[in-house]
């Protein structure tokens, strides 16, 4: 029976009645009284010398409050990056500065080169039209290969080449590589792109800022997922502030998807520029200014090498992956072809040896950080594609080639420096199998093959490392930040409890999902119990929410303060009941005195910790207690994904006519929010496999900055989605036994439907190995056609 | 300045607007009716969407001056007149319509303008009457979901789930 509350319950979202009526809190709702409005002059070419700037004109335009430019900026900081990677010769990454606005020269088409305050948006557009710049243009650098190459046009000048770091992990000693892929029995190749996305949140990039000059303070409101990141980066890097009278607020905040992680330019301006200007100040992105100013994601080129031995087994695995980085270091940027993606080659699979190397490369593009799943889906892409390619090679099965090389014993250390806990892989398979009927499939081609249609089905398999992460392994690998979360439980006089997390909820259901789990703890009703997130003067210090780790690692600061208050609780109770406080059993809502009918109402002992007249002495009155959590390891997620598509060999149109996953995201508080996440990813990721490009020509100009030419999945591009969830290995190390499911849709998708497509057209004779994402109907009937 | 003057959610309301002020821009900083959201600059992503004159327009991509006279319908006059959600919103909540709730004003606001015509679309109808609307969230899933139950259809016949 499925439960109608608490953990395991898919209790509605409470949060839906605002949205749904429009009483939602989204930052451009936000209007403070007497502000002015920002419009930020970008550049519209890639790559050059600023030789002048006059803004002589646009300050005496009606309604100018004051025109800001690089000059302003000297002596102030840049954006920092928050991850120093270390390069394989021992040498820390080239780290370029990064200015608020551009100093000396523009490096991408969005780089902003001045700002205009005025009383209207209208008014500062218009001003803006009237700045006068002179850019001395250079040749962009778009290219990766050839940016590694000596002699290459420099992004910038004071860095020694435009390679950020050349790195690597795994197998260091390039003979036994050697060796091993020489005595292999098979060796599989293969060269593969993964396209340039933008992530796309539906609500475009808001910040707006104000500045009391009686009390000195600042108070920012943004669309970010994590505003004390953003506080800490903001107020030590970059505009030298006092934390404490800095104020973030993150409210409404219409998705994410990694890129409202990172601290961005815009918003230590608007902060700046409230005090220069003694005004609130006001900036609204639009979606051309999303396109070129929020951080792209993905955009590897990669050679990828499994050698197999006779029976089959992978005996080895070399990858060599460029990584745009982009003009700038973006906050977690350097983290994303390395940590996040190299430690991931393992898969679900024992490979003994494992060599990964990375040259991370800066070019004129838009820097390039986190987008869903972060490395993983580059990982898995590489990966999954390159089994899938050995199997047809080898004419194996390629579930068959699968099963035999999966990890089957936990925990399990990898040659890339992970240690995953637990898993089944075997398990999400044995369910996949099932929920995607594949003892069905060959009807189904036979009867599209009749229709004149191709069919194929495209098997992937994936594992993630969420609940990022361990302070003290992160900060070896670089890190220059903890990575735990905090929570504040607060009960209040009458037994209703305020939860303050530094998680941030921006469509995940966390104002939902995270009372039930209180609400089990204590035995009360779910709507007794409230989450407040969003604002560092509310909540406790904490992290903020990517990579799949709220629930894990957030939640697991809220059961902690939880289990502090219930402990507390048991000695006011035991006060109360005339009991020792190892008798007391907390059970719906009631404390008890074991073996007797002896017992008192939550709602009694929270009354009574804040009217302490009938009251143990030696217990301070008051119940609210905080918690720190610091997780121990990743949590591993995994899972096995089926596509099926049919493609039309006239037109080379795919459509995905059936998706099903099967995850093991271990135990889970709310399957339906659990089903939403793994529908949003699968939608991005069949984004990625068959529609989404972010596209530049060869001068940098970007090609696809409106939803007219970058093409988003829309509801008729994709199916109904199957999700199975019922293999369940419940993480090990962390109370709720939960390991995150935010990112696992998009890191399983993309390399199945690329699959099945390979599969439907080798299935007509054609062979054809690889087609690049997007797998777009030209691409396919080129293939066909070549 | 130019005074214009509509019906919005029943009452009657006017101000004074430039010749290039959007509606989407009349509705929220003038009448501070901001569930109506801007999610782009090209009339794509279908988040501004409201109701003029009983037909689903976008209001990014109307002049204020446009709408005059009309009668103009947002998502903040939606629910039934007790507060309650309605048969559109309600269904969105049951089925995890939404996720972020940033392009949902637009959605229910599609949604009601798809029932008026057609009253029972089919899967495919909901998908195609969709491409107006864009949503990062949910993988459109639970949005074709939430429309067919709102419609009166078993959405728990869908088979996959």
């Not at chain 1, 000195?216 to 505003?227: A, I, K």
């Not at chain 1, 973030?248 to 520029?273: L, M, N, Q, R, W």
């Not at chain 1, 406790?540 to 939880?562: D, E, H, N, Q």
């Not at chain 2, 903040?76 to 309605?86: M, W």
Request: overall charge negative; charged content about 20%.
């Amino acid at each position: 029976m499925p439960k109608d509350s608490g953990i395991g319950a898919s209790s509605k979202r409470r949060e839906d009645v605002r949205f749904l009526t429009g009483a939602g809190n989204y930052t451009d709702d936000i209007n403070v009284h007497g502000q002015a409005y920002v419009h930020f002059l970008r550049s519209d070419i890639a790559h050059g010398r600023i030789k002048s700037i006059d803004t002589s004109a646009a300050e005496g335009m009606p309604g100018v409050v004051k025109v800001f430019t690089g000059k302003d900026f000297e002596g102030v900081g840049g954006i920092p990056c928050g991850w120093e990677v270390t390069d394989k010769h021992g040498a820390p990454m080239q780290e370029p500065a990064h200015p608020i606005l551009a100093q000396g020269k523009v490096r991408h088409v969005g780089d902003p080169i001045a700002a205009v305050v005025a009383d209207s948006l209208e008014q500062a557009r218009d001003a803006a039209e009237a700045i006068d710049v002179d850019i001395e243009e250079l040749p962009a650098v778009m290219n990766m290969k050839a940016a590694a190459q000596d002699g290459s046009t420099l992004v910038h000048d004071d860095l020694k080449n435009n390679i950020c770091y050349d790195w690597q992990l795994g197998e260091a000693d390039d003979a036994k590589v050697n060796e091993v892929f020489a005595n292999a029995a098979h060796v599989t190749t293969l060269d593969l792109v993964n396209n340039r996305l933008v992530a796309n949140p539906m609500e475009p990039r808001v910040a707006v800022a104000e500045y009391s000059r009686g009390t000195e303070d600042y108070t920012l409101y943004t669309t970010s997922q994590n505003p004390h990141v953003i506080r800490l980066l903001m107020c030590a890097f970059v505009l030298g502030l006092p934390e404490h009278k800095v104020r973030v607020v993150a409210p409404d905040v219409g998705g994410g998807f990694g890129t409202k992680i990172f601290h961005y330019a815009e918003e230590a301006f608007c902060t700046f520029a409230a005090k220069a200007c003694n005004r609130p100040v006001k900036w609204s992105a639009s979606r051309s200014e999303a396109f070129m100013s929020d951080a792209h994601g993905r955009d590897h080129v990669s050679t990828i090498e499994l050698a197999l031995d006779a029976d089959s087994n992978f005996v080895g695995l070399r990858t060599n992956t460029y990584a745009n980085l982009g003009a700038y270091l973006s906050t977690f940027s350097s983290s994303v072809p390395t940590w996040l993606h190299g430690t991931l080659m393992a898969g679900n699979y024992k490979t003994p040896v494992i060599q990964v190397n990375v040259k991370a490369m800066f070019t004129n593009t838009v820097p390039v950080d986190a987008y869903r799943g972060a490395g993983r889906p580059e990982a898995t892409y590489q990966l999954e594609r390159v089994v899938d390619k050995a199997a047809r090679e080898l004419g194996v099965d390629p579930i068959v080639l699968r099963r035999q090389n999966f990890v089957t014993e936990f925990p399990y250390d990898t040659p890339v420096a992970l240690t995953y806990d637990t898993g089944d892989y075997n398990g999400t398979m044995d369910k996949l199998e099932s929920a995607a009927d594949l003892a069905g499939f060959a009807a189904r081609r036979s009867a599209s093959e009749a229709n004149g249609k191709l069919r194929g089905l495209g098997i992937n398999c994936y594992i993630e490392a969420c609940g990022i992460a361990p302070s003290n392994i992160v900060g070896m690998l670089g890190a220059r930040a903890g990575l735990y979360d905090a929570a504040t439980v607060r009960v209040n006089a009458t037994g209703s409890i305020s939860v303050m997390v530094g998680a941030h909820s921006h469509g995940q259901g966390h104002e939902t999902a995270f009372p039930q789990v209180v609400a089990d703890m204590i035995g009360i009703d779910e709507s007794m119990i409230e989450i407040v997130h969003g604002d560092t003067s509310k909540i406790p210090f904490g992290m903020g929410t990517y990579g799949s780790r709220s629930l894990a690692v957030c939640g697991s600061a809220m059961v902690k303060a939880t289990e502090k208050v219930i402990d507390k609780a048991k000695k006011i109770a035991a006060h109360l009941l005339e009991a020792s406080e190892a008798d007391i059993e907390l059970k719906d809502g009631q404390f008890s005195v074991a073996g007797t009918d002896k017992s008192v109402a939550w709602g009694d002992v929270t009354l009574t910790a804040y009217v302490p007249h009938n009251y143990p002495l030696e217990v301070e009155p008051g119940l609210e207690e905080t918690a720190f959590y610091d997780p121990a390891n990743f949590t591993f997620p995994a899972g096995a994904y089926a596509c099926e598509v049919e493609v039309d060999p006239d037109t080379g149109q795919v459509t995905i006519e059936k998706f099903t996953a099967a995850d093991d995201f271990g135990n889970i508080v709310n399957p339906m929010i659990v089903d939403g996440q793994v529908h949003g990813g699968i939608g991005q990721g069949i984004g990625q496999a068959l529609l989404e490009n972010c596209a530049y020509d060869e001068n940098g100009q970007l090609l696809s900055a409106s939803f007219m030419d970058y093409a988003m999945p829309r509801a008729d591009d994709v199916p109904f989605y199957s999700v199975d969830h019922s293999s369940q290995t419940p993480c090990t190390h962390n109370p709720l036994g939960v390991k995150g499911c935010g990112e696992a849709g998009a890191i399983g998708s993309p390399p199945a439907v690329v699959n099945a497509v390979l599969d439907a057209l080798n299935s007509g004779g054609k062979a054809i190995d690889h087609i690049d994402m997007p797998v777009s109907p030209s691409r396919v009937w080129a293939a066909m056609n070549g | 300045m130019t005074q214009v003057s509509m019906t919005v959610n029943g009452k009657s309301v006017s101000g004074d607007v430039e010749g290039r002020t959007l509606l989407s821009s009349f509705l929220r900083e003038h009448l501070s009716l901001t569930g109506t959201h801007v999610g782009c600059d090209t009339a794509q992503c279908g988040a501004c969407v409201v109701h003029v004159n009983g037909e689903a327009v976008k209001s990014c991509n109307m002049l204020a001056l446009e709408a005059d006279g009309s009668d103009v319908g947002t998502i903040e006059g939606q629910a039934n007149e007790d507060g309650s959600l309605n048969v559109i919103q309600q269904a969105f909540q049951d089925h995890h319509g939404l996720q972020c709730g940033f392009c949902t004003p637009g959605m229910v606001m599609s949604t009601a303008a798809l029932l008026k015509d057609n009253p029972r679309p089919t899967e495919a109808e909901i998908r195609k009457y969709l491409e107006g609307n864009l949503c990062r969230c949910t993988g459109y899933h639970n949005i074709v979901k939430s429309i067919m139950a709102a419609s009166g259809q078993d959405a728990s016949s869908i088979a996959a789930e």
